[in-house]
RNA sequence: GGGUACUUAGCUCAGUUUGGUUCAGAGCACUUGGUUUACACCCAAGGGGUCAGGGGUUCGAAUCCCUUAGUACCCACCA
């Protein structure tokens, strides 16, 4: 491959994708020798399209799983699609009208048969999509929720849970989403405010001139009312309780009733009840014995009950009825009223309740040790914030409706073998089912013709609760080896939307059918919002196409880019922006890649002292950061990890210490060295590889080939550092970071940038403690600065040549000014405010000794600042702890310092 | 209506468990200077914050307590 200097990811993309897939590298089997490190994907629709929650969740999880395995588990992620009932149906329902095909014309078996064919044809593009983004799936074990194997459990689970009558059929006020024509969870709804209107209505009382006035929200439903409720404290109705009433339009006698539960304050404080469409009401139905009539058709139209209204849209008849109840007189007035409206979260539509009969899980029992588990810390919720709301909701949770209305999906196991509505028998088949019905009905003649299976199915989320343990198969084969190796999983990485839909019951399922939890830890990240805090959405078109974030940024690059905004736990604000920096830092890794290839050591030259010294600094530095990127993992704190790896590559590897290792251009390196800055990038490149697999992969293979791919690798080992040489090393950034201030302060022109080519603390007493060349290649134009703590007498301040000095301030003047005098001045600060007094006396203009007076204040400033670190920097050894080696070959090569230092001196006086 | 959090630099967020050696931090953005031979997708330097407002406890508060304001999420939904 060729080298370039921008880095182009497209193609090691691909190259090292197929190169993992041909070789199997994802694939895991089981291996009682290594530990299992299991991640199972959160399935996602089988119909939907990667969106940016998607690409979140599943780099966290491949971060996760790569590293697991570099750390030498036998790390295994299952990936899969979730059927999603209602969202698919709706899907292939779209595509059939598309067709001109209506779903109404269809037999159930037609219809199912087109679903499958719209799966096979569209679904699962999403898992295709993960691949892109590297994700390292066992693709061997993907699974969908309507696999053969996985229904049979659902089946399973759901006779017998039936069998430990935990299942039962009841009457209950559920959420009708008119559209779908399906029930709906409570968690399948959204409530919205909208604004409408609180009419006020008039009701006659039989027998009498007299009326009652209600306030209502939703008209159109007075044809379903079959009571006027008050107050029982309430005086000014105390005298109606017990008459009639009369509904306008239909003319219905109804009961006025009192109950407590009315709100005298509210409205009129006179109520009108409807028992069949609203939750309340139908309590105060059931308690007051009152009829329930239920007006609506199943597409939320009117049926017969809704006289001429029939066949009439809900929000149709709205408008006509209160038209109607004006011109009889009925309405008193209509005030604007904000209302909160709950909307199906598939379809959008406006939910209608209604009771109907259905199918529910008892789940107060079932909850207990799912509770339990959680609360005492044996399933870890990350972060820690989420743990109240678990705990209320599972202390407070309801009875499971679990069955839909729909055709796609796992049908309910029950069959009606008679008229009756409880001549039901529960049954994995139809065999089964006509051999327990010819028992119970003990009518040996009945037929398989005579069953007919319930039409519902089962609640999507009825499958995936089993997720942990049917994909390994452990509900039909509880001993499967696989099972009892991979289960429980480690971690589960989702979104906290679905904590209770999904996370919640998981961890349910998982003590009833295993008496273990699915899973250690659960970590939950925060929704992806827009860089203006929206939800992504289609709507708003505000969710960029991953596809193309891809193509623009390379994989690794938006990985990177999604992983430094994820601050654990809260929403992400995405940013494109993200993105580019994380190309960016592909790049920069590239370019140090290119710089490192580009050395060809040789065994004559000897490294340097600032060479060793940085060796030995940065080996330091990385394993002090490896310790804080390890302890940021432990605490799935993503975006830590990241960002210390981040900022270790490029300021201390790339600006500090490759610069500092290397060489002048065309002068001779040696090859210990470039085997040693070889080998601390390789260790950087694993560190990396989680979050960038595609670079790296590319580096380690033309790099350093220690293993054959990284898959093969090991995660560095920690190891104790030596925190005084990063002490000592942040004082050195110091005085240089403090002499570029300086040198910007006078805009000092510099022929070539500013680079420190020497950092040479020694480590005897007798030598400068630290000498640096700032200056690279401009060395005779500006000096040295020397340190010498050879003196035995503690110094005032530091030694500063004043040559160096003279040189400042030439510079600060500009290039004609040069000061004559070359003589020595004496180096210490007296002899240096002296002369300038001297200059100042001697000086023609004022402007000059403005200028003078400037540069001794600057000359101070630069004194202050040295005086200030060089307490620390006296008793600073830099090689005091280094290895014996390197403290050995140091000694060999001793250079006289003082003797160069002296040296140049010289030089630059001649200059 | 009930509950749980949150408010720190222009932006996104660490730091609050256990008050004091990270106490005012990071990344990005911004300003200035710079094409050198890994990289301008770059290098170097710099500016920026009464830690939401107010009060209290304390020798000492971003951190603990009270209070006000604002924001987010969850739960329940009143006709």
């Known amino acids: 491959m060729k080298i370039t200097s921008k880095f182009d990811p497209s193609k090691i993309e691909k190259k090292w994708y197929q190169y993992y897939l041909d070789n199997n590298l994802f694939d895991s089997y089981v291996d009682p020798k290594k530990k299992a490190y299991t991640i199972l994907i959160p399935p996602p629709n089988v119909t939907g399209a990667l969106h940016m929650g998607h690409m979140l969740n599943n780099t966290l999880q491949d971060i996760l799983i790569r590293r697991a395995r570099l750390l030498g588990y036998n790390a295994c992620w299952v990936p899969g699609t979730d059927h999603a009932s209602i969202a698919t149906e709706a899907k292939v329902v779209k595509w059939l009208e598309e067709k001109g095909i209506s779903k109404s014309n269809l037999t159930r078996e037609q219809f199912i048969d087109y679903a499958w064919?719209?799966?096979k044809k569209y679904g699962g593009k999403i898992l295709d999509q993960l691949q892109k983004i590297g994700c390292s799936c066992d693709w061997k074990r993907t699974k969908f929720t309507l696999d053969e194997s996985l229904s049979a459990s659902v089946i399973d689970v759901f006779i017998d849970l039936y069998n430990k009558g935990l299942i039962y059929k009841g009457y209950r006020m559920v959420h009708w989403d008119p559209q779908a024509q399906t029930t709906l969870s409570d968690e399948e709804v959204q409530y919205e405010e909208i604004k409408g209107k609180l009419y006020y209505l008039n009701y006659p009382i039989k027998g009498s001139p007299k009326y009652l006035t209600i306030a209502t929200t939703r008209p159109e439903t007075i044809l379903g009312d079959t009571a006027l409720c008050v107050h029982p404290q309430d005086r000014r109705y105390a005298s109606f309780v017990g008459k009639t009433a009369i509904v306008p339009i239909a003319n219905r006698e109804i009961p006025i009733i009192s109950d407590s539960y009315v709100d005298k304050e509210f409205g009129t404080g006179c109520l009108k009840v409807t028992p069949a469409h609203d939750p309340n009401d139908k309590e105060l139905g059931e308690k007051h014995q009152l009829e329930f009539l239920d007006i609506f058709n199943q597409d939320g139209t009117l049926n017969a009950l809704g006289l001429h209204y029939e066949n009439q849209d809900r929000f149709v008849v709205r408008h006509k009825i209160i038209e109607e109840l004006t011109k009889l007189g009925k309405l008193v007035k209509a005030e604007n009223y904000t209302t909160n409206v709950g909307k199906s979260e598939r379809t959008r539509a406006i939910i209608e309740p209604k009771v109907s009969e259905q199918w529910f899980l008892k789940m107060e029992e079932l909850a207990q040790p799912a509770l339990k588990a959680v609360l005492e810390?044996?399933?870890?919720?990350?972060?820690?914030?989420?743990?109240?709301?678990?705990?209320?909701?599972?202390?407070?949770?309801?009875?499971?409706?679990i069955s839909r209305q729909l055709w796609w999906g796992h049908r309910i196991p029950v069959y009606y073998y008679g008229k009756n509505k409880d001549s039901f028998v529960v049954a994995k088949s139809k065999t089964q089912a006509l051999k327990k019905a010819?028992?119970?009905?003990?009518?040996?003649?009945?037929?398989?013709?005579?069953?007919?299976?319930?039409?519902?199915?089962?609640?999507?989320?009825?499958?995936?609760?089993?997720?942990?343990?049917?994909?390994?198969?452990?509900?039909?084969k509880p001993q499967n080896p696989?099972?009892?190796?991979?289960?429980?999983?480690?971690?589960?990485?989702?979104?906290?939307?679905?904590?209770?839909?999904?996370?919640?019951?998981m961890i349910v399922s998982g003590f009833e059918f295993r008496e273990e939890k699915p899973f250690h830890n659960v970590f939950l990240t925060g929704l992806v919002r827009d860089h203006l805090g929206r939800k992504m959405s289609k709507q708003l078109g505000n969710s960029p196409d991953p596809n193309n974030l891809i193509g623009t940024y390379g994989a690794d690059g938006v990985r990177v880019g999604l992983m430094l905004s994820t601050s654990a736990g809260n929403d992400l604000l995405f940013n494109e922006k993200l993105c580019r920096q994380g190309k960016n830092f592909s790049n920069k890794i590239w370019n140090a890649f290119r710089l490192i290839k580009s050395w060809n050591g040789n065994a004559i030259t000897q490294p340097t002292k600032a060479q060793l010294q940085a060796l030995y600094w940065f080996e330091n530095r990385f394993f002090q950061?490896?310790?804080?990127?390890?302890?940021?993992?432990?605490?799935?704190?993503?975006?830590?990890?990241?960002?210390?790896?981040?900022?270790?590559?490029?300021?201390?590897?790339?600006?500090?210490?490759?610069?500092?290792?290397?060489?002048?251009?065309g002068a001779p390196i040696s090859s210990e060295v470039v085997d040693k800055v070889k080998e601390l990038f390789e260790k950087l490149i694993r560190i990396m590889h989680p979050f960038m697999p595609f670079i790296t992969e590319e580096i380690n293979s033309q790099l350093i080939k220690k293993a054959p791919?990284?898959?093969?690798?090991?995660?560095p080992e920690s190891a104790e550092f030596d925190a005084n040489c990063l002490d000592n090393f942040h004082l050195v950034k110091q005085i240089i970071t403090g002499f570029r201030n300086l040198r910007k302060q006078h805009n000092i022109p510099f022929t070539s940038p500013l680079r420190v080519h020497q950092i040479a603390p020694v480590a005897s007493k007798n030598e400068p403690l630290i000498y640096l060349d700032l200056f690279g290649d401009c060395i005779e134009k500006i000096g040295y600065l020397t340190m010498d703590t050879s003196k035995p007498e503690p110094q005032e301040g530091l030694t500063l040549s004043v040559d160096t000095f003279?040189?400042?301030?030439?510079?600060?003047?500009?290039?004609?000014r040069t000061p004559s005098p070359k003589k020595n001045i004496g180096d210490s600060k007296e002899a240096i405010r002296n002369y300038l007094r001297g200059l100042i006396a001697s000086s023609q203009s004022d402007e000059e000794?403005?200028?003078?007076?400037?540069?001794e204040n600057e000359f101070f400033r630069l004194h202050s600042f040295l005086d200030s670190i060089e307490s620390k920097l006296k008793n600073t050894r830099f090689l005091e702890n280094a290895p014996v080696s390197i403290i050995k070959r140091e000694k060999e090569k001793k250079v006289d310092t003082q003797k160069k230092i002296q040296q140049l001196i010289q030089d630059i006086k001649e200059f």
């Open 806 to 816: 003279r040189f400042w301030i030439a510079h600060i003047s500009n290039q004609n």
């Open 482 to 505: 696989e099972i009892n190796y991979y289960y429980p999983t480690t971690a589960l990485v989702t979104g906290p939307d679905i904590l209770f839909f999904w996370v919640a019951r």
């Open 377 to 401: 810390e044996d399933i870890k919720l990350y972060p820690k914030k989420f743990l109240n709301t678990y705990k209320y909701w599972m202390e407070n949770i309801r009875d499971w409706n």
């Open 849 to 855: 000794k403005h200028f003078i007076k400037k540069t």
């Open 625 to 665: 950061a490896l310790g804080q990127i390890n302890l940021a993992f432990e605490r799935y704190r993503i975006s830590d990890a990241l960002m210390i790896t981040y900022k270790l590559v490029w300021e201390d590897y790339c600006s500090w210490f490759l610069e500092i290792i290397k060489p002048k251009y």
């Open 117 to 119: 064919q719209w799966t």
């Open 709 to 715: 791919t990284l898959i093969h690798a090991t995660w």
């Open 438 to 476: 010819q028992e119970i009905s003990k009518n040996p003649s009945l037929r398989e013709s005579d069953l007919t299976q319930d039409p519902d199915v089962l609640d999507t989320w009825f499958s995936s609760w089993l997720w942990p343990i049917s994909v390994f198969d452990g509900i039909r």
